[in-house]
């Protein structure tokens, strides 16, 4: 069983910059894909941003790519979001999943764990 916390979110206005991070504890991460998922009002989850196993390979929706970047810290057991040039639209409740595959980690249904997910505000 993996347990996994985000933390870091919080209001920004547009324009500026957060970092969310998603810390695990039970099992090492090591051996799970990760990603970042998001849900607005009203709206259904959405795929974010994923990472491999190994962090050599990394994915990014359309709308978040070249702004956000998803990077993992092993020794840490930490996954971590990176989020430049935020939108209004950016605002959502983040959540962190974990994976037992490495592949087809842009869909929802690959995921096994879930965090509780942390609100990220922005004000335009």
């Known amino acids: 069983q993996v347990q996994l916390v985000e933390s870091g979110g919080g209001l920004v206005q547009a324009g500026g910059s957060l970092r969310v991070s998603c810390a695990a504890s039970?099992?090492?991460?090591?051996?799970?894909?990760m990603g970042w998922f998001r849900q607005a009002p009203g709206k259904e989850r959405e795929f974010v941003a994923g990472?491999?196993?190994?962090?050599?390979?990394?994915y990014y929706a359309d709308s978040v790519k070249g702004r956000f970047t998803i990077s993992r810290d092993f020794a840490k057991n930490t996954v971590y979001l990176q989020m430049n040039s935020l939108k209004p639209e950016d605002t959502a409740v983040y959540y962190c999943?974990?994976?037992?595959?490495?592949?087809?980690?842009?869909?929802?249904?690959?995921?096994?764990?879930w965090g509780q997910g942390t609100q990220v505000t922005i004000s335009s």
């Open positions: 990472i491999s196993w190994s962090g050599g390979r990394t």
């Open positions: 999943a974990a994976s037992t595959r490495n592949t087809a980690i842009t869909i929802r249904a690959a995921y096994d764990y």
């Open positions: 039970g099992r090492t991460l090591s051996n799970y894909a």
